[in-house]
């Protein structure tokens, strides 16, 4: 079967570093994707890794071991627009996208 | 700046009209998804197309239909609606063979069925 775990909900306070886990087990891999969608709104791409190591963009950086089927976003510097919904999604067998249930970020001031 | 558009974003409707949700992307993307989900929960595929007149089931059943004539257009229907179909409706799109491209969402649909 298909499962990608992560934490429901998390609260950090602005200009703190967060830390998002994601793990998964997927029917083949051909990537993993970090998106961040805000309530009522549609899914936005953060980040990508297909190779294990540290991918930064900014404040936001993923990491990827596929070998322990594992993946995080670091999120530095925390603005109050931060607080959102993450998703972590596997591109399996076939291309389709097997999405997680999402964490709920909420940033305090 | 949105190259995924979906119409209507929001519809109120009653119980058993025939409903269908827009889907078009102008970004020749061949691979287009349409996912359902509920507020705070994750996404569910429940359509796909790899390109013209191609069309799968995803992981989620539906009662939906869904049809490709051309590339940049991916409606759904709903021949009956229930009250159980009442939720968000994404729809997206993606390179067809490229690992590396994520994909592109439109800004949905809600739908409440009366």
């Known amino acids: 079967g298909q499962n990608i775990d992560q934490p429901t909900e998390m609260t950090a306070t602005e200009g703190a570093i967060v830390q998002i886990n994601c793990t998964y087990q997927?029917?083949?891999?051909?990537?993993l994707f970090w998106y961040q969608q805000h309530a009522g709104e549609a899914p936005t791409f953060l980040s990508y890794?297909?190779?294990?190591g540290l991918e930064e963009k900014g404040r936001f950086s993923s990491f990827l071991s596929r070998s322990k089927g594992y993946s995080y976003l670091l999120l530095k510097e925390l603005q109050m627009k931060d607080s959102a919904s993450y998703l972590c999604?596997?591109?399996?067998?076939?291309?389709?996208?097997?999405f997680g249930p999402g964490t709920r970020l909420s940033v305090l001031p | 700046e949105a190259d995924i558009y979906q119409t209507p974003r929001y519809l109120v409707i009653g119980t058993g009209k025939k409903i269908t949700l827009e889907c078009s992307q102008t970004?020749?993307?061949?691979?287009m998804y349409w996912y359902q989900q509920d507020p705070g929960m994750e996404l569910h595929l429940i359509h796909y197309?790899?390109?013209?007149?191609?069309?799968e089931k995803g992981d989620l059943s539906s009662e939906s239909t869904v049809s490709r004539i051309r590339t940049e257009h991916f409606p759904l229907t709903l021949e009956s609606a229930r009250p159980s179909h009442t939720s968000q409706y994404l729809c997206?799109?993606?390179?067809?063979?490229?690992?590396?491209?994520?994909?592109?969402f439109g800004d949905g649909t809600r739908l409440s069925i009366l």
């Open positions: 197309s790899y390109g013209v007149n191609s069309t």
């Open positions: 997206a799109s993606s390179e067809l063979g490229s690992s590396n491209q994520p994909q592109h």
């Open positions: 997927t029917s083949g891999f051909n990537g």
């Open positions: 999604a596997v591109r399996g067998d076939g291309q389709n996208f097997v």
């Open positions: 970004m020749g993307h061949d691979k």
């Open positions: 890794n297909v190779l294990d």
